[in-house]
Nanobody, 124 residues
Framework: QVQLVESGGGLVQAGGSLRLSCEVL????????MGWFRQAPGQGRAIVAA????????YYTDPVEGRFTISRDNAKNTVALEMNSLEPEDTAVYYC?????????????????WGQGTQVTVSS
């Protein structure tokens, strides 16, 4: 059974930082691309960042470019999202997800396994 276990969410003031982590269990990790999505109340699930299977190619949505960093450790089956200069607009439930291929995907429908989500709240 495949499980994606997320950790690291919480409450932070604007300008602060948080680091999200996601461990993948029950699936070969180093051949699949990974992504982080977020969903704010009343909105759909949107891509935040993605990374290819080897970790040498990344994608960021424009609002987080330069503030967030996605990385992976294939030896530990983990993917992380370092979030700096957080803004109230970053408040959402954050999900990690795993694709069926090794290249970056940006659409939620291209991801087959999802974590349970972790709440990130940024106060002004």
């Amino acid at each position: 059974q495949v499980q994606l276990v997320e950790s690291g969410g919480g409450l932070v003031q604007a300008g602060g930082s948080l680091r999200l982590s996601c461990e993948v269990l029950g699936r070969t990790f180093n051949i699949y691309a990974m992504g982080w999505f977020r969903q704010a109340p009343g909105q759909g699930r949107a891509i935040v960042a993605a990374i290819n299977y080897g970790g040498d190619s990344t994608y960021y949505t424009d609002p987080v470019e330069g503030r967030f960093t996605i990385s992976r450790d294939n030896a530990k089956n983990t993917v992380a999202l370092e979030m700096n200069s957080l803004e109230p607009e970053d408040t959402a439930v954050y999900y990690c997800a795993s694709t069926q291929g090794g290249t970056i995907k940006t659409r939620a429908r291209d991801y087959v396994y999802w974590g349970q989500g972790t709440q990130v709240t940024v106060s002004s």
